[in-house]
């Protein structure tokens, strides 16, 4: 699995600089991933032009894809994840185990960042053509199954390809010229353990010193 690759082909394609890549999958579910790709930009939402007429921007929608990991290992979309975030340049990895959400009494903030996760925003169905790339026929199944048996986000944001290289100022000293970084990845995934709700933040990058900074 080459998910440094995919993420890095389709910034290419888009030519728009990542905000953040996420991955969420239903826990103890290791056939399949939802894979979303969140951009920095705005698009007109009609190519339509009116003369004096200023027609509004809207949010590039993000991209979204399912990972086939038939075959795969438990602990293999972790690794890949690292391994995409380490050539990406990120800072860290951050892993959050969530429970079902599908009970009594459960918090609105819960059910909203279940939606988000499985994209979708408000509890509604994207208007068609919303999503840059959208091969993820199942999600909605996935959606109601975490419902029932919760589920794992990863979170990353990239510097190459991304936002966030404009504020490379040199101060980690594991990047390259481009804001990359070549593999190996040191950094190790840890045991999976979905049982309980807990988030774990994989540190990737290392400081070089305190930057101090005069405005």
């Given at each position: 699995m080459n998910l440094f690759e995919t993420i890095a082909g389709h910034a290419a394609a888009m030519r728009l600089p990542l905000?953040?890549?996420t991955v969420t999958r239903v826990a103890r579910r290791d056939?399949?991933?939802?894979?979303?790709?969140?951009?920095?930009?705005?698009?007109?939402?009609?190519?339509?032009?009116?003369?004096?007429?200023?027609?509004?921007?809207r949010?590039?929608?993000?991209?979204?894809?399912?990972?086939?990991?038939?075959?795969?290992r438990l602990d293999a979309l972790e690794t890949a994840l690292l391994e995409a975030a380490w050539q990406l340049g990120a800072w860290d990895l951050e892993r959050v185990v969530r429970p079902a959400w599908w009970r009594l009494g459960v918090p609105a903030t819960e059910v909203s960042e279940a939606l988000r996760a499985f994209g979708y925003a408000d509890g509604d169905?994207?208007?068609?053509?919303?999503y840059t790339m959208a091969e993820a026929p199942d999600r909605e199944e996935m959606l109601?199954?975490?419902?029932?048996?919760?589920?794992?986000?990863?979170?990353?944001r990239p510097r190459k390809c991304g936002i966030w290289s404009a504020?490379?100022?040199?101060?980690?000293?594991?990047?390259?010229?481009?804001?990359?970084?070549?593999?190996?990845?040191?950094?190790?995934a840890g045991?999976?353990?979905?049982?309980?709700?807990?988030?774990?933040?994989y540190r990737l990058g290392r400081a070089s010193g305190l930057q101090l900074r005069r405005s």
């Open positions: 905000y953040a890549v056939d399949a991933a939802l894979l979303s790709l969140h951009w920095h930009g705005f698009l007109r939402r009609t190519p339509l032009k009116i003369p004096g007429v200023d027609l509004p921007l949010p590039v929608a993000q991209s979204m894809a399912r990972l086939d990991m038939s075959g795969e169905e994207p208007e068609q053509g919303d109601r199954e975490a419902g029932r048996r919760g589920y794992v986000r990863w979170l990353f504020g490379h100022d040199g101060s980690d000293e594991t990047l390259d010229s481009t804001g990359g970084r070549t593999l190996p990845c040191p950094v190790v045991p999976p353990r979905e049982t309980e709700p807990q988030r774990t933040v």
